[in-house]
C-alpha cells in the first residue's frame, strides 16, 4: 500500500469500527431510550402523516407522564403521542426522515440507523477539517476522528431519532468551509452560504456558525488588508442567501409564535412546565452544591450517563475517565506553552504554528465558545447538566485533546508512539461495547 494513501485507510478502518459499534447500540438499545427519542419521532410522525408541520403548544410536555415513562422503562400501555415537546425544532431533519418513516413503515431501527450514517459522515468531515489545518500531519486528523468516535456517550446519542448527528455534521462541514476560505477561499463565498441555510433549518445550536463566519470574513479583511467594502460583500455573498433560504420557516414561526419569537424558543420555556429550574436548585443547594452538581453530571454524562440520565457508569470508570481528560488538557496546556514560549517543556516536541494555522484553530475555539456559552446560558434558567450540549463542539474538543495528546507522547519513545495511540482509542472502543453490553441492555431492557 502505498504510503500516501495509508492515512485514508486508516480512515476507513476507523469508520468501519464505529459504524459497526452504531448499528450494535441502534440495534440493542431499547426503544425510546435515548433522551427525547420520542418527542423526535412524534414530529416525524406528524410529517409522515401529512398533518403539516407540527406546533408546540401546551400540553405538549408532560412531566409527570414522563417521569412514569421513564422510572417504568417505557412500558406499552403508557402513550407517548403526547410528548411532542420538540415541535418547535427547525425542520430539515425531521424531512429527511420522513421517507425513512414511511418506507419502512415507522419502524424505529432504520430511523436510528440514519442518525448512525449521519455520524459516520461527521467523522470524515472531521478528518477533513484537521487534515485542512495540518496538511503535514495526516495522524492528528486521524486521532481526531478517532476520539470523536468512540466517546461512549456520543455512540449512544448518534444511535438515536433525533436531530444532533445531523447537526454536529451541518456544523462540522460549515467549520470546514471556513477553515478552507481563510485560506484560500475564493471572494464569492456563496456555497458557505448555502451551508448556514442549512445550519439555519436544522438546529438552534447549530447557529453559533453565522458568527464564526463572521468572525473569517474579518481574518481575512485583516490579513489580506482588504477594504469594509470587500468584508460587507463577502458578508453578503454568505448572509444573503441564508437569510433568504431560512426565510420561509422563521416567517412560519413569527406567524405561529409572534414576531418576538422567531425560533419558538420563548414557547418551548413556557411549555416545559415542571421540567427543574436553576432557580429551584441554587435556592436548594446554594452556589457551591449547583455548580458542583453541574461540573459533576456534565462530566460523567459527556463520557457515557445512559438513557435518561438513570443509569450512571461505575466510579471506578469515571475516575479513569478523569486521568485521560486531566492527561490531555495538562497536554493540552503544555503545548500552547510551547507555542508562545518555546524555550519551555524542551523536553518535550513541538512545531510553530503558521498566521494561517492559528487563524484556522482559532476559528475552531470560537464555535467551542460559542457552544460553551450557550450551554451554560440555557443552564441559566432550566437544570440541564448534560454533557451531550457540548457535542457541537466535538471537532474543537478532539482537536484540543489531539494535540494534548500528540504532545504528551512526545515524551514516549518514537517506536512506541503509534501503538500507545491504537491502545487508547482501541480501548475507547471496547469500552463502547462494555457499557452497551454490561449497562445500557441489562438497566435499561424491560
Known amino acids: 500500500m502505498a504510503l500516501r494513501s495509508l492515512p485514508h485507510a486508516l480512515l476507513v478502518v476507523i469508520v468501519a469500527l464505529y459504524a459497526a459499534i452504531g448499528v450494535l447500540y441502534a440495534a440493542l438499545t431499547p426503544a425510546w431510550q435515548v433522551p427525547d427519542e420520542p418527542a423526535h419521532y412524534n414530529y416525524i410522525r406528524a410529517l409522515a402523516e401529512c398533518r403539516g408541520f407540527p406546533i408546540l403548544e ?22 407517548l403521542e403526547p410528548l411532542e415537546y420538540e415541535d418547535h ?22 430511523l436510528r440507523l440514519l442518525s448512525v450514517l449521519f455520524g459516520a459522515a461527521l467523522l470524515l468531515v472531521a ?53 478552507v476560505y481563510v485560506g484560500r477561499g475564493r471572494d464569492r463565498p456563496w456555497p458557505i452560504g448555502l451551508l448556514l441555510a442549512v445550519a439555519l433549518l436544522t438546529k438552534i445550536t447549530a ?15 485583516r490579513r489580506e488588508r482588504r477594504t469594509w467594502g470587500w468584508a460587507v460583500g463577502q458578508l453578503a455573498w454568505m448572509l444573503v442567501p441564508a437569510v433568504l433560504l431560512s426565510a420561509p420557516w422563521f416567517i412560519r414561526n413569527g406567524l405561529t409564535y409572534g414576531w418576538r419569537d422567531p425560533t419558538g424558543l420563548a414557547r418551548h420555556d ?16 446554594g452556589w457551591g452544591g449547583l455548580l458542583g452538581r453541574m461540573a459533576r453530571t456534565t462530566f460523567q454524562s ?3 450517563q445512559f438513557g435518561w440520565m438513570a443509569v450512571p457508569l461505575p466510579p471506578r470508570i469515571y475516575h479513569a475517565l478523569a486521568l485521560l481528560s486531566t492527561l490531555l488538557i495538562a497536554g493540552f496546556i503544555a503545548w500552547l506553552i510551547r507555542q508562545h514560549h518555546p524555550s519551555q517543556f524542551t523536553n518535550l516536541p513541538t512545531y510553530r504554528l503558521t498566521n494561517l494555522q492559528a487563524s484556522q484553530l482559532f476559528l475552531l475555539a470560537l464555535s467551542a465558545f460559542f457552544t460553551f456559552f450557550s450551554f451554560v446560558w440555557y443552564n441559566l434558567t432550566f437544570v440541564q447538566h448534560q454533557g451531550r450540549y457540548l457535542f457541537p463542539a466535538l471537532i474543537p474538543i478532539g482537536t484540543a485533546a489531539v494535540l494534548g495528546l500528540d504532545t504528551l507522547a512526545g515524551i514516549l519513545p518514537r517506536r512506541v508512539r503509534p501503538w500507545a495511540m491504537i491502545a487508547l482509542f482501541a480501548g475507547l472502543a471496547a469500552l463502547d461495547v462494555y457499557c452497551l453490553f454490561k449497562f445500557i441492555i441489562p438497566f435499561l431492557a424491560r
Open 89 to 110: 425544532q427547525p425542520p430539515l431533519y425531521y424531512l429527511l426522515a420522513t421517507p425513512v418513516y414511511l418506507l419502512f413503515g415507522g419502524a424505529m431501527l432504520p
Open 302 to 304: 459527556f463520557w457515557g
Open 207 to 221: 447557529y453559533v456558525v453565522v458568527g464564526v463566519a463572521v468572525v473569517a470574513v474579518l481574518i481575512r479583511w
Open 58 to 79: 401546551p400540553g405538549d410536555y408532560n412531566q409527570e407522564l414522563l417521569s412514569q415513562l421513564t422510572s417504568q422503562r417505557f412500558p406499552p400501555e403508557l402513550p
Open 270 to 285: 413556557v411549555v416545559v412546565e415542571g421540567q427543574p429550574r436553576s432557580s429551584e436548585w441554587l435556592a436548594l443547594y
Open 127 to 179: 478528518f477533513g477539517v484537521v487534515r485542512t489545518i495540518f496538511p503535514t500531519r495526516p495522524e492528528l486528523a486521524l486521532m481526531v476522528a478517532a476520539f470523536i468516535a468512540f466517546i461512549p456517550q456520543h455512540v449512544a446519542m448518534t444511535a438515536g431519532v433525533n436531530n444532533d448527528a445531523l447537526t454536529e455534521l451541518v456544523m462540522g462541514g460549515t467549520l470546514w468551509a471556513l477553515v
